[in-house]
């Protein structure tokens, strides 16, 4: 199936999760924030949210700065 992912293109199977999308874009595992198609998606339902073909993925992570 066929997403866009922080505004691009990104394939993915048919039956892949949240939690699977955010493995294949980043190694960082604290810190993330993630919204499907606008809505936030709390990370206790990311292994159980299935992505649909056409689906908008944003993955935000935090920075620290100064």
Same mark, same amino acid.
């Given at each position: 199936?066929? *997403?866009? !992912?922080?505004?691009?293109?990104?394939?993915? @199977?048919? $039956?892949?999760?949240?939690a699977d /999308?955010?493995?294949?874009?980043?190694?960082?595992?604290?810190? *993330?924030? !993630?919204?499907?198609?606008g809505?936030?998606? @709390?990370? $206790?339902?990311?292994?159980?949210? /299935?992505?649909?073909?056409?689906?908008?993925?944003?993955?935000?992570?935090?920075?620290?700065?100064?």
């Amino acid at each position: 199936m066929e *997403l866009t !992912v922080n505004g691009l293109g990104h394939s993915l @199977p048919i $039956g892949s999760t949240l939690a699977d /999308l955010v493995r294949t874009v980043t190694e960082q595992k604290r810190g *993330l924030a !993630v919204a499907v198609n606008g809505e936030v998606v @709390p990370r $206790g339902g990311w292994s159980v949210t /299935l992505l649909c073909d056409g689906d908008r993925v944003e993955v935000l992570s935090a920075a620290q700065g100064g």
